[in-house]
T-cell receptor
């Protein structure tokens, strides 16, 4: 079976740094993805990790440890517009559909 | 505009009815995925098509069916609708059938 766990909610203040964790258990592994979704809108792609380590893209970074079944998304210099749901998703086999976690709702306050 | 087009944006229908949701993938993308998103369940994978053929099935009910046409657009058919089918239905597309999808803006289905 497949299982993806993320915290349900997180809060932070503008300018701060927040780390959203994701643990997964899948029958195979072909990459881990992070998506951002504002309420009522489509998810948008943020990052992709297939090898262990840190991928940095502007204010957002994503880390993967395949041996631990663990990833995190790091958001720096938080802005109000970063208030959204962050979805962790795993591809367990090449060419098959992504399996999503339930998402972490991040609220950024001033 | 992501390049993935879903119609209609909103749909309100009664229990027991049948509806069809349509998706046009991004130009050049061969793979189409359908997902259902309800408040308590998150994004649930329903079905995947690649170049006209069904590639994978997820938690899709027997009352639901889909197909991908030669022009690569896809339709999701939902029948004998129940209140619990009320949700956002997203279509996504990709070039190869691997990750890094582009999502459409979704169809919000309300069953009353």
């Amino acid at each position: 079976g497949q299982n993806i766990d993320q915290p349900t909610e997180m809060t932070a203040t503008e300018g701060a740094i927040v780390q959203i964790n994701c643990t997964y258990q899948t029958s195979g592994f072909n990459g881990l993805f992070w998506y951002q979704q504002h309420a009522g809108e489509a998810p948008t792609f943020l990052s992709y990790n297939v090898l262990d380590g840190l991928e940095e893209k502007g204010r957002f970074s994503s880390f993967l440890s395949r041996s631990k079944g663990y990833s995190y998304l790091l958001l720096k210099e938080l802005q109000m517009k970063d208030s959204a749901s962050y979805l962790c998703a795993v591809s367990n086999q090449a060419g098959t559909a992504l399996i999503f976690g339930k998402g972490t709702t991040l609220s950024v306050s001033s | 505009d992501s390049g993935v087009t879903q119609t209609p944006k909103h749909l309100i229908t009664a229990t027991g009815q049948r509806v069809t949701l349509r998706c046009s993938p991004r130009s050049g993308d061969l793979s189409v995925y359908w997902y259902q998103q309800s408040l308590d369940q998150g994004l649930q994978f329903l079905i995947q098509y690649y170049n006209g053929e069904e590639r994978a099935k997820g938690n899709i009910l027997e009352r639901f069916s889909a197909q991908q046409f030669p022009d690569l657009h896809s339709e999701l058919n939902l029948s004998s609708l129940e209140l619990g089918d009320s949700a956002l239905y997203f279509c996504a597309s990709s070039v190869t059938g691997e990750g890094g999808y582009t999502f459409g803006s979704g169809t919000r289905l309300t069953v009353v």
